[in-house]
Each structure stands twice: as C-alpha cells, then as structure tokens.
C-alpha cells in the first residue's frame, strides 16, 4: 500500500498535494472506502463523531468532504457476517481508504477479526489515509499513554506496517496531554523510532521510504530501547 498517516487528516495544501501524488490522478477521479470503526472504541467518542466524520461534517479534520467521484462506507464490524466475496471486492475498486481516528487498538482488533490486515499486502496501488488512530493502527507500538480499549491479547502492539510510532496532535491546544515533553516521555518508552506530528503535519511511505510531509511541527525520536 501507499501511506498517508495524518494527525488530522488533509489540513492544508501540502498534505492535499501528497494525497494527490499518491493516488496519482485528481480526487475527483477518485473512488473511496471511509473506514469509522476506530470511533466505537474510544471512551471520549460518541457516534455523533462517527456520523461527523462519514458526512464530512467535523470541524476539525478533512477526508470525506474532498470531493470524490465516489464515496462509501466500510464498517469492519460487518465484514465478518456478510463473507470475503462480498466485500472484498468492493476494497479492490477503492481508489483509498479513509481511515477514521478514535482507538487504535480496537481499530487493529477488527482489521485483524473482519480479514482486512490479510488483504493489505496485496493492495499495492490503494492508498491508505491515515487520522490519529488511523494512522497508528499501522505502526509496531503505540505506546501505554494511547491504551484505553485492552485487546483480548492484552499489550499495545498494531500492525507493523512501518517501523515507526507515531504521537499525534502534538501540542494540540485541546489536548493538554499531547505537549513536546509529553511526547518526548512517550517516545523514551517506544523501542523503535518515532515521530511526534502536530494536526498540520503527515507521514508519506512509498515501498517504505518514508517522507515528512508538513507545514506545522514535528519530531523524529531515533531509537530508545524502551
């Protein structure tokens, strides 16, 4: 796949210009999947934010209101119950997926129960754009800070799609939690590289070489042993 990890998805020109390259034809061209599920599971969301973000409503974030040839709904929840023949294809029309915030690790939980972590590998042109949990799910760790839902296997790990950790929202004026220091001590707890992104900032991978894409702040964290 090719990645697209925001804090808070297209904020500005910058991130908008990486989303195009990466889909490689104008949005309007485009037919994309937006994935809510990651929504449900943090205690602070409520399904009005899931609404939000679906119709493009949120004043806080931009993905679905961009102007998509086409735009549907993929709830990972319900792919277990209606088989791979239905749905699958469905994510191999898709231009992009759209992929909300909220939890990561009830994100990864149902990546990995409705089989979409499987197909993954095998979407070598989809791209996948990434909001705050949207974009962690793809990482090895999250850390204990980013721990509200416990998957049934307990710990913090995702998906491993990069060898990076991301901290988002960094120094967010809402998120007293989310300062440099805050996540300069979350970073020392991560064994891997990480980044902290604030809300105008992005991650671009390609065949794994990764690009910061961003007209905001950021921090790169090399490797702590933690």
């Known amino acids: 796949m090719k990645l697209l990890l925001t804090s808070a998805g297209i904020k500005n020109p910058s991130i908008h210009d990486a989303l195009v390259d990466l889909l490689g034809k104008p949005i309007a061209d485009s037919n994309a999947l ?3 599920t990651a929504a449900y599971g943090h205690p602070q ?29 993929l709830e990972l929840t319900a792919l277990p ?20 915030g909220g939890d990561a690790l ?11 972590a499987d197909l993954l590998p095998s979407l070598h042109e989809t791209v996948w ?36 950790s991301i901290f988002p929202h960094l120094d967010h004026e809402l998120l007293p939690e989310n300062t440099t220091a805050d996540a300069e001590r979350w ?8 980044y902290a992104i604030d809300d105008d900032t992005a991650i671009k991978v390609i065949d794994g070489t990764v690009e910061v894409v961003s007209e905001g702040m950021w921090r790169h964290f090399p490797p702590s042993g933690g």
């Not at 939000?52 to 735009?71: T, Y």
Request: net charge negative; proline share 8%.
């Open 187 to 194: 970073a020392a707890g991560i064994p891997g590289p990480a």
């Open 45 to 73: 969301v409520t399904p009005a934010g899931a609404w939000r973000f679906i119709s493009g409503q949120s004043p806080s974030i931009s993905m679905c209101e961009l102007g998509w040839k086409s735009l549907g709904v």
């Open 129 to 164: 754009a990434g909001l705050s949990a949207g974009s962690m799910v793809m990482t090895p760790r999250i850390g204990e800070d980013f721990v509200e839902w416990k998957p049934p296997t307990g710990g913090d790990s995702t998906l491993g799609i990069v060898d990076f």
């Open 106 to 116: 009830y994100l990864c939980h149902w990546m990995r129960q409705s089989g979409l």
């Open 81 to 100: 119950s209606i088989g791979e023949e239905r749905w699958i294809p469905w994510v191999r029309e898709a231009d992009v997926l759209l992929v909300n």
């Open 34 to 36: 937006c994935i809510p």
